[in-house]
């Protein structure tokens, strides 16, 4: 099937229903919408089998209401997918049947291997890199699958997954006791063998419980940065925090304003799955992924040809094409500033990649206001495949590129996660990018006349052999300025009429 642009998910599950409309730039998928009910349809389940009729009154109004504003937003493509509550309840199949008749869509309930896999597609679209076992705790099932990434030409290995009735709505039945819930989890986990597969690698944690936990777990520790995708804690770390947090009641939880109650009630229980999931599969690491079941069934109507190889590269251009000036080429403008950086990791070129795409996000604001502006919304965009210290890299290039000062207030709670040579790198990049906009007004192909490097120690900017366009007060200060913060003189030079302009 081929899909053009809005693609809109319903994700019916045990604890809430959910409705997301992405929006799709070339091979980039942006939430355009991001809206949920917590029904409960899966509470209760354990010991009736059947749907929790309070929860099908209140998700078939709702599911009535995403439908029709799905449609009305234009989406070409509309899914609905129900997952652990509807596919174990005895009436569930009924319930489905309503849905499909009141809102005239079809309802596709998958299974706990398809559930499984579609996780793990999300995972891996936000994390490309992803290796270890991906865990999506839901009100109903936890799914687990073991996933690698492509290595020297392979393709993404996703494994075969397992679901287990573990979601924290089915334990409810058992009283909210610390002992029969861990006990439980205990049992089930032992005998996975997908958990023995995977130690020493990471957990990728998917589903609302999981994106809770981690937003408790910045609260306490008072992390700077309030984005779950690819928040990371280490082994010891998690296992701590979950003890602590599986032994509170949800009222102790409730001062947690950022937090529905409705899947506080859930934390407790979820944070003890969750502790003997670690001890069981032993990762180093847990990673919280905000991509999950939606964004992989989202990406997988994408051909990977049009996603492209790097999903934050993709996201970087599409935002650029559609937002900046002059039809902004970000990699002609990263292979101009790459004479100042001839050192440079896969991994950093990349992040200057990013940050050259998104240098004209601001254009558009006022002038004493689009450094704090380009910094906020760039630290915060909801990109794929980017760390969080990534972002702050990022982030500070734009501040910079846009003449904040160093000592902008903006940037002290995220100031320490970039170490001194990371801070000396974004900040000669952003103003390098601050000359390069002096020099071409926004109009890149006018630096393929230009080049700027060191050469010893002067900063030499060679210019065509005649004309005005490139000499003047703001080039010459801007120069200057780069030129300091690399400890050389500034010299512009005019190239010869014979020569050439310089790759």
């Not at 687990?144 to 290595?151: E, F, G, Q």
């Not at 690491?285 to 040809?305: D, M, Q």
């Not at 996000?361 to 450094?371: G, N, V």
Request: hydrophobic residues 45%; contains cysteine; glycine residues 10%.
């Amino acid at each position: 099937m081929e899909i053009i642009g809005r693609i809109a998910v319903i994700d019916l599950g045990s604890n809430s229903l959910r409705l997301v409309v992405f929006e799709r730039l070339g091979g980039a998928l942006f939430p355009l919408l991001n809206e949920k009910v917590m029904c409960g349809l899966g509470r209760g389940i354990a010991s009736t089998g059947r749907l929790n009729a309070e929860g099908v009154t209140l998700a078939l109004a709702n599911l009535r209401r995403f439908v029709a504003l799905a449609r009305a937003l234009g989406a070409e493509h509309l899914a609905v997918l129900a997952t652990a509550a509807v596919r174990d309840a005895s009436d569930g199949l009924s319930f489905a049947a309503e849905v499909e008749q009141q809102c005239r869509v079809p309802v596709k309930i998958i299974d706990g291997a398809e559930e499984a896999r579609l996780s793990a597609a999300g995972v891996l679209a936000g994390i490309p890199e992803a290796d270890g076992l991906v865990g999506d705790l839901g009100g109903g099932s936890v799914e687990l699958v073991r996933i690698r990434a492509a290595v020297a030409g392979e393709i993404v290995q996703i494994g075969p997954g397992i679901t287990l009735p573990l979601g924290p709505l089915r334990l409810a039945a058992l009283g909210g006791s610390v002992k029969a819930i861990s006990e439980a989890a205990e049992r089930a986990f032992v005998v996975a063998p997908v958990l023995r597969t995977t130690p020493g690698k990471n957990l990728y944690l998917v589903g609302g419980a999981a994106r809770a936990i981690a937003r408790l777990h910045m609260e306490h520790t008072h992390y700077p940065l309030h984005i779950v995708h690819q928040y990371t804690i280490g082994r010891r770390d998690a296992e701590a925090f979950f003890d602590i947090i599986g032994r509170q009641s949800h009222k102790s939880l409730e001062r947690i304003t950022s937090i529905a109650r409705k899947r506080l009630e859930l934390v407790p229980a979820a944070s003890l799955v969750l502790r003997k999931l670690i001890a069981v599969a032993g990762p180093q690491s847990v990673i919280f992924s905000a991509f999950g079941l939606r964004e992989g069934y989202a990406y997988g109507l994408i051909s990977a040809w049009e996603r492209g190889p790097d999903p934050l590269i993709a996201a970087c251009a599409a935002i650029a094409r559609s937002q900046s000036r002059f039809h902004l080429e970000g990699d002609q403008l990263q292979r101009w500033t790459a004479p100042l950086f001839p050192s440079l990791s896969e991994g950093s070129r990349r992040l200057h990649r990013a940050a050259c795409w998104l240098s004209d996000i601001a254009w558009s604001e006022h002038p004493d206001y689009r450094a704090e502006l380009a910094f906020t919304r760039s630290l915060r965009m909801p990109f794929a495949a980017i760390g969080h210290a990534d972002r702050v890299f990022v982030a500070t290039v734009l501040h910079t590129r846009y003449g904040g000062a160093a000592d902008d207030p903006v940037k002290d709670p995220t100031r320490l996660m970039l170490d001194e040579q990371a801070a000396g790198e974004v900040r000669t990049l952003g103003l390098a990018l601050r000359l390069a906009y002096t020099l071409c007004g926004g109009t890149i192909d006018l630096l393929s006349e230009l080049w700027l490097g060191r050469e010893g120690d002067s900063l030499v900017l060679e210019i065509p052999c005649s004309g005005s366009l490139f000499v003047g007060e703001a080039v010459q200060r801007r120069l200057d300025v780069l030129a300091r913060s690399l400890g050389t003189t500034p010299v512009v030079r005019r190239r010869e009429a014979r020569q050439l302009a310089r790759g």
